[in-house]
């Protein structure tokens, strides 16, 4: 066992998400070795409480400093690293103009190698120790992505993307040359082989992942559907519902589904584990299709705001009653920072809603990045807070990085001003060290 003295933040499974942040001001965070080898939570509090009954242990102290959970990032594109911060007119002009050609260099291994690398070493200096992110068409882009988060013991999931028609050739799932399959065929013959080569290795799980809907063919969401039904334990991941253009595009080239969102129901890829980024442009139809199947929303609200998308709706999302979590996007996204995505989303919240905005607590912002995203990736009590039984996956935070921040928060006479302090004001800086959880 070993044991760090720090203030402590984490989350109660039960209360309401605007609540549910627990503090100790002299707190005690023990870990150990769980059956399976791993380093999990072992016991959590105030370190008078827990003092003598952990005596024997080993105990690192950190004083001034807090340990918070992990962060858990739903959706980003680890090939669109060098295209933060390009202009562009909107999503679609974006995508032509910057991601394409930069996807387009994920076809040599090496390349696909030093960004795999460069992207994992961003997540974990960010504070990120859980990630949902898309690859490119090339499977070699997977395995790169894959090996450099097994090195770090990173908790991470991606997939082969998924896109037969309607982007640049290079781009397109490839037939392998000599084969009597053609490529749509192949694409899902690559997924499947990914499935069985890497999911559940480690910490690592696989995503089915059409890029889009207007990307694939109806036979390549088909066959999607049903890789998602043979392997249930596998996530799922898109994108739906972002921008008026592409929903009218995909409502032209799918006219019998109801809605955007209703063509992935209508091939079998909305369920647990099924996480759709951005779900702006929802009514309150396709809000109870996410709630009946499962699936739940990544809010990507750096990427909205850069784009002109829209807004997500909490208030909605909230009545209706479906799972959300907050993301990063990079690269439509601004930054690796939890900190700008959370007060990015604190701004959704007052300029996006009704007239009279909602203010979202700094407890909920902290909830939907860490146990909030956790619980809607099917990963509650698994990472994402600091529980007993949870992974040991956590972040020192310094809350006086910055003569700013020092100030700041000297003056905070809650949690919820203490948090928010250094939500407004916080960067990479805050993160003083991550720390993942270790097989022995």
Same mark, same amino acid.
């Given at each position: 066992?070993?044991?760090?003295?720090?203030?402590?933040? #984490?989350?109660?499974?039960?209360?309401?998400?605007?609540?549910?942040?627990?503090?100790?001001?002299?707190?005690? /965070? *023990?870990?150990?070795?769980?059956?399976?080898?791993?380093?999990?939570?072992?016991? +959590?509090?105030?370190?008078?409480?827990?003092?003598?009954?952990?005596?024997?242990?080993? *105990?690192?102290?950190?004083?001034?400093?807090?340990?918070?959970?992990?962060?858990?990032?739903?959706?980003?594109? #680890?090939?669109?690293?060098? +295209?933060?911060?390009?202009?562009?007119?909107?999503?679609?002009?974006?995508?032509?103009?910057?991601?394409?050609?930069?996807?387009?260099?994920?076809?040599?291994?090496?390349?696909?190698?030093?960004?795999?690398?460069?992207?994992?070493?961003?997540? !974990?200096?960010?504070?990120?120790?859980?990630?949902?992110?898309?690859?490119?068409?090339?499977?070699?882009?997977?395995?790169?992505?894959?090996?450099?988060?097994?090195?770090?013991?990173? %908790?991470?999931?991606?997939?082969?993307?998924?896109?037969?028609?309607?982007?640049?050739?290079?781009?397109?799932?490839?037939?392998?040359? &000599?084969?009597? +399959?053609?490529?749509?065929?192949?694409?899902?013959?690559?997924?499947?082989?990914?499935?069985?080569?890497? &999911?559940? +290795?480690?910490?690592?799980?696989?995503?089915?992942?059409?890029?889009?809907?207007?990307?694939?063919?109806?036979?390549?969401? %088909?066959?999607?559907?049903?890789?998602?039904?043979?392997?249930?334990?596998?996530?799922?991941?898109?994108?739906?519902?972002?921008?008026?253009?592409?929903?009218?595009?995909?409502?032209?080239?799918?006219?019998?589904?109801?809605? #955007?969102?209703?063509?992935?129901?209508?091939?079998?890829?909305?369920?647990?584990?099924?996480?759709?980024?951005?779900?702006? &442009?929802?009514?309150?139809?396709?809000?109870?299709?996410? %709630?009946? $199947? =499962?699936?739940?929303?990544?809010?990507?609200?750096?990427?909205?705001?850069?784009?002109?998308?829209?807004?997500?709706?909490?208030?909605?999302?909230?009545?209706?009653?479906?799972?959300?979590?907050?993301?990063?996007?990079?690269?439509?996204?601004?930054?690796?920072?939890?900190?700008? $995505?959370?007060?990015?989303?604190?701004? *959704? =919240?007052?300029? =996006?809603?009704?007239?009279?905005? !909602?203010?979202?607590?700094?407890?909920?912002?902290?909830?939907?990045?860490?146990?909030?995203?956790?619980?809607? /990736?099917?990963?509650?009590? *698994?990472?994402?807070?600091?529980?007993?039984?949870?992974?040991?996956?956590?972040?020192?935070?310094?809350?006086?990085? $910055?003569?700013?921040?020092?100030?700041?928060?000297?003056?905070?006479?809650?949690?919820?001003?203490?948090?928010?302090?250094?939500?407004?004001?916080?960067?990479?800086?805050?993160?003083?060290?991550?720390?993942?959880?270790?097989?022995?």
């Amino acid at each position: 066992m070993k044991a760090y003295r720090a203030s402590l933040l #984490y989350f109660s499974p039960d209360a309401e998400p605007n609540q549910a942040a627990v503090f100790e001001d002299d707190g005690l /965070l *023990v870990v150990g070795l769980n059956e399976q080898g791993l380093q999990v939570v072992q016991a +959590v509090g105030s370190y008078p409480a827990l003092q003598a009954r952990f005596a024997q242990v080993p *105990v690192t102290h950190w004083p001034g400093r807090i340990i918070a959970p992990g962060f858990v990032d739903m959706h980003s594109h #680890y090939p669109q690293t060098n +295209v933060i911060g390009s202009p562009a007119d909107g999503l679609l002009p974006w995508l032509e103009h910057y991601t394409f050609p930069e996807e387009k260099r994920f076809l040599a291994p090496e390349y696909c190698a030093q960004a795999a690398t460069f992207f994992i070493a961003e997540l !974990l200096r960010n504070g990120v120790t859980t990630a949902l992110t898309f690859a490119t068409s090339h499977p070699c882009s997977v395995a790169a992505l894959f090996q450099a988060a097994q090195a770090q013991r990173l %908790r991470l999931m991606t997939g082969l993307c998924l896109m037969d028609r309607h982007a640049p050739a290079e781009l397109l799932n490839q037939k392998v040359p &000599h084969a009597s +399959v053609d490529a749509t065929e192949q694409s899902l013959m690559d997924s499947e082989a990914l499935i069985q080569r890497w &999911h559940g +290795v480690d910490r690592l799980g696989y995503a089915i992942t059409p890029r889009f809907a207007p990307t694939s063919s109806a036979a390549q969401l %088909r066959g999607a559907g049903v890789l998602a039904a043979k392997y249930p334990q596998v996530w799922i991941q898109s994108h739906v519902a972002e921008n008026q253009a592409e929903i009218a595009w995909a409502r032209a080239l799918f006219p019998a589904s109801r809605s #955007y969102l209703a063509t992935y129901a209508d091939f079998g890829l909305l369920r647990q584990r099924a996480i759709y980024a951005h779900c702006i &442009h929802f009514d309150d139809e396709d809000r109870a299709l996410m %709630r009946d $199947t =499962g699936a739940a929303a990544a809010v990507c609200p750096t990427s909205n705001l850069f784009l002109g998308s829209g807004f997500f709706d909490y208030a909605g999302a909230d009545r209706v009653g479906f799972k959300y979590g907050l993301a990063s996007d990079v690269g439509g996204g601004t930054s690796f920072s939890p900190f700008h $995505t959370m007060l990015a989303a604190y701004t *959704v =919240g007052r300029e =996006g809603q009704s007239k009279t905005g !909602l203010s979202l607590s700094p407890q909920h912002l902290w909830w939907q990045h860490t146990a909030g995203a956790a619980q809607a /990736l099917g990963l509650a009590g *698994v990472v994402g807070n600091l529980q007993p039984g949870c992974e040991a996956d956590f972040v020192l935070l310094n809350p006086r990085a $910055t003569p700013l921040l020092a100030r700041k928060t000297a003056l905070a006479n809650s949690l919820d001003e203490l948090l928010f302090s250094m939500i407004v004001l916080g960067d990479d800086r805050l993160i003083e060290r991550t720390v993942i959880s270790q097989a022995v």
